[in-house]
Structures are given as structure tokens and as C-alpha cells.
């Protein structure tokens, strides 16, 4: 499913406007996906001389996952903490859909924006149920509408809504939790998220099933989202687009396939690493590209699915020692092929960017 | 002292009792059997009467001062130096101070029962409220929850634990305190027992002890079950 499509036709979450009439209107932000634009956002904590971000200006469109990245001390945190005024801005705007977000309570402006971060900060105190439906009790939903709202969230996240909604924070692991702590942070079907390395104290393998997971479901709910990490892989992987702040200034705002393809400077050069080329590989998915007829011997020699990264397609040809590959359909029919060359051709000097 | 012992105990009804009061033994089950409901139970009855009030109202101030060293730190020290020093009264001078302001009254000993609460509830709800974990903090403000809401749904319920168990010690030593109090001429668990080191009636005075200690341990026990019932993610996160 489409972004376009789950607009128009809503998943089972997207609630009808009918019901959220009221909410809308006491949160003060639209449903939906928001637009976020920062207008030369600047912080300068107090007794220090150089802001920790400075003069910050970009734009996120609406249901796009804008990952900031950088050092530590490069004002990413900061930054995406002015959003929800957690950090009071020193100068400049930040707008939601347009509107200042000075203009609303501090209050209601957090309860319209989703968070979620490294610690968690799930109640300790409260079930499951009772942890995702905080925001929904502090816009005065119905007892049965939240339920109903906590039911299908903890499906969405991968978890037991029959055993897992009674039970408390301390009988869940990390990766549970973290799941727990989105669907708290999306309960309200808030149209921005904040998420603040939600998954940097996660084992790897449990990161990168709650990075898949949670890609999954932002296809299809599409929401904003500011995503922190510090991690180059986890940004490609991640964003939309990728902002590399160094110092508290941004450096290079873009697709994470033209900032591996063209660093702005040395420092996002080196920031990406040495082997930006092979991360770039990792973005490009082998339908991506502009195949050569299938070979008339069709699934006769290598074969892969379109869905499969370039990075593992050439993984392959290297290990099997095969120039050329077919590429499959999502139903096995070959649809086209590659040769070593092409790959190769793509990551050097005459490259292309992918359009996403 | 040896004089009086000398004399003889004065123990009520002494013809028609038995060889085991006669004989003034360590401990008589028939005589405190026969005489509970007239020696004991008025004087129980006025025991947990004197401990409810006082942890009760203890409470009610040190909670509010422990609010307010919450948001105002420098009320912290100059109350908790105020709160020890009334602890460090010895009880039988305290009682014994009081009687000349509000007179050989309930009021007198509630206020001397009231002091010795306030140190420890204030300092384990002080400390509680503190050792909120900060992510949980963090988690309610960024959703949007004001500072009151944070305090009634987070912060308070988190920090129960240690509000019970400083509500456990206070009702334990009150209990144990309040058989002085009996000094001033208020009834409680300790009437019997002053009386009994007057008349050197062993039995007596045993028995009232071992109500008092009773006492304690029911209290104790009750605490804990409300604990389990207020706050069940303990369990759970145990289990």
C-alpha cells in the first residue's frame, strides 16, 4: 500500500472524521500527517556562548520520516525537543501545518505529538491498556472507544492484545516495551512523532525487527516523524530524508541516496563512511533499476526477488561467482536481469541518485 | 520500691481467684479470659483510637510538608531539622511537657504521638516522590500531562511504596509509644500496665503487653495487604 492510497482509503486505524470531531478541535493539530517546518530555529542554553542549534531551518512533509543525525553535541536532541517545547527555543519558529507552535498551551501541544524515546518511560504502575490510553484520557475518550483504540494498536505492534493489555511494564523485555511505547505514542492518532533513538538500547536483532515493524506501519499510517539516532545505518534505513547537523548547524539535508552518493563536505563523507558505496547499494532495491530483458532460459540460472537490496543481489553474485542475475516478480515470473556491471556502473564516478 | 513488693501485690477480687493469681504467677490465661472484656478491651479500643488519630493526622502534615520540600527545596532542611528534633524528646518528658499547656488530655498525648510520626512520613514520602524514575517523569511530561496531573497519576503512585512502608514504622512505633501516654491519664494499653507495676500484678501487666505487641503485628499485616491491594504491579513485576 501506497502513501496515496491509505490516504484515501483508510487503514483500520485512521479514524473517521465523525468520531474525532471533538479531538481536533482540543488538541488544535489536524489528524492525519503534519507538515513540520523549522524557521531558523535556534537554541543557546543559558551560560554558554555558541547555540546548540543554530539557526535550523527545514521542512519535513507531511507523512515523511526525517531522521537528524550527528555527533554527539550536534544539537540533533535539541532540536527535535523544540518541536514539543521540552527545550524552550531561544529564536525563531517551529510551525506545524502551518501554525506557530508557540501559539497553542504547552500541554496541548504535547498531546497532540507522539514521543517516544531511548529510555522508554513506560508507567510502571499501569498496565498496558492504561499506559496507551493517557493521552486518549486526557481528551476525554469514551471508556469503550479507547479500548477499542488500545485493541487494535497492540495488534498493529505485534502484540497479544488478550494477555498483554492486563499486564504490567516489568513483565514485558526491552523489545516488547519499546513496542508498547509506540503504540502509546500513536494512541491518539497524533499527526507527528517524535522518536528520540527509540530503538539504541535494543540488541541489534530486536532493533532490527522494531525497525522493519515500525516501517511497515508507517506505510500504513503514514505519519510525520523526527526520528534521532546517531547511527548512519539506522538513518539510511529510516529516512525519507536524512538532516546532518554538526555543531548545532546543518550540514546537508537530502535523500539518503543522494547524501551517500554526494556528501555536501568532507565531514559528511566521513560521517557516511568509507564504504558509502556499498551503503548506498543497501538503498537501491533491484526493482529500482532499469533491467535487461529476461534471458530466454528464464529462472535458469541466478535468480532474485525485485524486493531484494542491490547490496544482497551483488552479495550473491560474488559469493556464486555469476555475472549476470534475473530478477523476479513478487509472484517468481522473471521480469528482467542485471549483470555485475550494471552495479558497479551505478556506484561509480557517472552514478545516478535513486528518486524517492 | 522493695517496701512496696514487700506488702504484697494488690490484686483485685483477690479471695475469689484463683491459686494462680493467689500465687501472683508470671502469666494467668483463666484470669485474662475472665476479665478481658472489663480490664482489656476498653482500654484496646481506646489504644487504637490514639494510634489512628495520630498516624492520621501525622500524616496529613508531613504529607503536606513533603509536597512542599518537593517543589520548594529549601523547605526541606529547616523542616526535617524541626521533625528530628521533635523525635529526639524522650516520650515520658514529652507527655510530661505537655500537661501544663493542653492539661492531662488526649489533645496532650495526640500531640506528643503526633510528633514522633511526622519524621519518618515526611522523609520516606520526600524520598519517594525523589526516586520517581526519571524516564517515567520524562514519558508524562512530553505526552502532555501538567505538573498536577504528573504528580496525581506518576508521581504519588510511584511513590507508594515508600509512603507505606514510612506509614508501617510510624503505626508500629505509635503503637508502642502510646502505652506511655497512658502516663497523662489517657487510657490505652498502658493503663493496665502502670497499674499492674503499681500493684504487682504480674498477669496483668504481661497480658497487656502481649496485647500490645498483638496489636502491632495486626497493624502490620493489615499495612502490607493494603499495599498489595494499592499497588499490584509490585507482584507482578516480581513474579
Known amino acids: 500500500m501506497n502513501s496515496s492510497e491509505s490516504a484515501q482509503a483508510p487503514g483500520p486505524l485512521a479514524i473517521d472524521p465523525h468520531q474525532t470531531g471533538d479531538d481536533s478541535e482540543s488538541t488544535g493539530v489536524s489528524r492525519a500527517a503534519a507538515e513540520l517546518a523549522f524557521h531558523g530555529a535556534t537554541k543557546v542554553y543559558a551560560g554558554r556562548r555558541t547555540p546548540a542549534v543554530s539557526e535550523l531551518t527545514l521542512e519535513v512533509a507531511a507523512g515523511e520520516i526525517c531522521v537528524l543525525i550527528g555527533p554527539s553535541g550536534s544539537g540533533k536532541t535539541t532540536a527535535m525537543q523544540m518541536v514539543n517545547r521540552l527545550i524552550p527555543m531561544t529564536s525563531g519558529e517551529i510551525t506545524i501545518d502551518g501554525s506557530d507552535t508557540k501559539s497553542l498551551d504547552e500541554t496541548e501541544l504535547r498531546r497532540g505529538i507522539g514521543y517516544v524515546f531511548q529510555q522508554i518511560g513506560l508507567f510502571p504502575h499501569m498496565t498496558t491498556e492504561d499506559n496507551i490510553a493517557t493521552v486518549p484520557r486526557l481528551l476525554g475518550w469514551s471508556k469503550d472507544r479507547i479500548r477499542a483504540r488500545a485493541r487494535e494498536l497492540l495488534e498493529l505492534v505485534g502484540l497479544d492484545p488478550d494477555e498483554d493489555l492486563r499486564r504490567y511494564p516489568g513483565e514485558f523485555s526491552g523489545g516488547q516495551r519499546q513496542r508498547i511505547g509506540v503504540a502509546r505514542a500513536m494512541a491518539a492518532d497524533q499527526p507527528l512523532m517524535l522518536m528520540d533513538e527509540p530503538f539504541g538500547a535494543l540488541d541489534p536483532i530486536t532493533r532490527d525487527r522494531l525497525q522493519d515493524d515500525f516501517l511497515r506501519l508507517h506505510e500504513e499510517l503514514p505519519k510525520t516523524v523526527v526520528f534521532v539516532t546517531h547511527d548512519i545505518d539506522e538513518a539510511i534505513k529510516m529516512g525519507h530524508r536524512i538532516a546532518i547537523l554538526r555543531d548545532g548547524e546543518l550540514v546537508q539535508y537530502d535523500t539518503p541516496d543522494r547524501i551517500l552518493a554526494e556528501p555536501a563536505n568532507e565531514f559528511v563523507a566521513d560521517f557516511v563512511g568509507a564504504d558509502r558505496g556499498l551503503k548506498r547499494l543497501r538503498v537501491w532495491r533491484l526493482g529500482d533499476l532499469e533491467l535487461d530483458p529476461a534471458p530466454g532460459d528464464g529462472t535458469a540460472g541466478l535468480t532474485a526477488r525485485e524486493d531484494m537490496s542491490l547490496r544482497d543481489a551483488l552479495s550473491i553474485m560474488l559469493v556464486e561467482g555469476k555475472e549476470r542475475l534475473t530478477v523476479l516478480d513478487a509472484e517468481d515470473r522473471p521480469k528482467g536481469a542485471i549483470a555485475l556491471d550494471d552495479i558497479t556502473r551505478l556506484i561509480g564516478p557517472q552514478s545516478r541518485t535513486v528518486q524517492t | ?239
Open chain 2, 1 to 239: 520500691m522493695m517496701l512496696v513488693v514487700a506488702q504484697g501485690p494488690v490484686i483485685p477480687q483477690f479471695e475469689r481467684a484463683s491459686s494462680c493469681v493467689r500465687e501472683n504467677k508470671q502469666f494467668c490465661f483463666d484470669w485474662v479470659v475472665d476479665n478481658f472484656g472489663r480490664v482489656f478491651a476498653p482500654r484496646l479500643v481506646e489504644h487504637i483510637e490514639l494510634t489512628l488519630l495520630a498516624v492520621g493526622i501525622g500524616f496529613v502534615f508531613a504529607f503536606g510538608a513533603a509536597l512542599l520540600a518537593y517543589s520548594l527545596d529549601w523547605f526541606e532542611t529547616p523542616f526535617a531539622i524541626f521533625a528530628a528534633f521533635l523525635y529526639t524528646i524522650p516520650s515520658l518528658a514529652f507527655f510530661q511537657l505537655m500537661v501544663p499547656i493542653t492539661g492531662l488530655s488526649r489533645t496532650s498525648a495526640e500531640i506528643a504521638l503526633v510528633s514522633y510520626t511526622i519524621l519518618i512520613l515526611f522523609r520516606n514520602t520526600l524520598t519517594g516522590l525523589r526516586e520517581v524514575p526519571e524516564d517515567a517523569r520524562m514519558a508524562a511530561r512530553a505526552m502532555g500531562l501538567t505538573k498536577g496531573q504528573i504528580l496525581r497519576r506518576v508521581e504519588l503512585p510511584l511513590a507508594l511504596p515508600a509512603i507505606m512502608a514510612g506509614i508501617r514504622i510510624a503505626t508500629v512505633t505509635t503503637i508502642s509509644l502510646a502505652t506511655v501516654a497512658a502516663f497523662i491519664g489517657v487510657g490505652g494499653l498502658g493503663q493496665p500496665i502502670f497499674n499492674a507495676i503499681q500493684s504487682g500484678f504480674k498477669t496483668q501487666f504481661v497480658a497487656a503487653g502481649i496485647l500490645a505487641v498483638g496489636l502491632a503485628l495486626v497493624a502490620d499485616a493489615l499495612l502490607v495487604f493494603l499495599q498489595r491491594l494499592l499497588a499490584p504491579w509490585l507482584r507482578a513485576e516480581r513474579a
